[in-house]
């Protein structure tokens, strides 16, 4: 019954590695996010994608790519993994936009990815 | 440049001591604001949106207010189990993305209850 999912829960890799989160919602949502939550708990969106378009893109480094095969999936694959990277990654979904100013742009959260690169 | 700040960053209270989190924010043409709690290990969990100042809402033992410049979270007779970090957003204009917005978090309160 979970409504916002990851995988994997824990990633642990080497500096240079490639690696990908995947994040699946049963929500029936349009919209999937993908935050970056530091260590000092500051929760920043990444990327978002409306109807598998990418909509947002906040000046995020080229080595990560997100992928959305489906409106249920999206998907984060991160090339060339550095240090500064470890991070928690959480995806979210919505029905709607943020700033569509209805309860249908409410936010739900899956669990979150904690990524350490050594 | 729009932001949201939240105060206190950590609050200890005892349990049954009522106290208010503090969410300002600066952003033009508010088009709602959002309260979250995170538990240590867990995503965000949605509380709260408000949408127009004098709104108010309540959950149990929290109840959120909005004003022009600020919102507050009011937590009453509070219990061990309202231990958590209790984040606001707002959605703010994205840097990319005609007329897109992004939500745009506060660095939160982290809000420890003591038995």
């Known amino acids: 019954d979970t409504a916002v999912s990851q995988t994997p829960k824990y990633l642990v890799t080497q500096m240079g590695n490639d690696k990908s989160i995947k994040c699946e919602q049963n929500l029936g949502h349009d919209t999937m996010y993908w935050y970056k939550q530091d260590s000092k708990k500051f929760l920043k969106i990444m990327f978002s994608y409306n109807n598998k378009e990418l909509i947002i893109n906040e000046t995020v480094p080229n080595r990560f790519s997100p992928k959305s095969p489906d409106k249920a999936h999206l998907n984060l694959h991160i090339n060339s993994l550095e240090l500064g990277d470890s991070a928690v990654y959480f995806c979210?979904?919505?029905?709607?936009?943020?700033?569509?100013?209805?309860?249908?742009?409410?936010?739900?959260f899956g669990p979150g990815t904690r990524l350490l690169v050594l | 440049e729009d932001q949201v700040t939240q105060s206190p960053e950590a609050l200890r209270l005892q349990e049954g001591e009522s106290s208010s989190l503090n969410c300002s924010y600066t952003v033009s043409g508010l088009r709602g604001l959002f309260w979250y709690r995170q538990d240590p290990g867990k995503g965000p969990e949605f509380l709260f949106t408000?949408?127009?100042a004098g709104e108010e809402k309540e959950k149990e033992r929290l109840k959120a207010t909005l004003t022009k410049k600020e919102s507050f979270l009011h937590i009453t007779a509070p219990k061990p189990e309202d231990s958590a970090t209790y984040l606001c957003a707002v959605p703010q204009r994205g840097n990319s993305g005609a007329g897109s917005y992004q939500l745009t978090f506060g660095k939160g309160t982290k809000l420890s209850v003591i038995p």
């Open positions: 408000l949408y127009s």
């Open positions: 979210a979904s919505s029905q709607a936009l943020p700033g569509d100013a209805n309860s249908q742009e409410t936010q739900y």
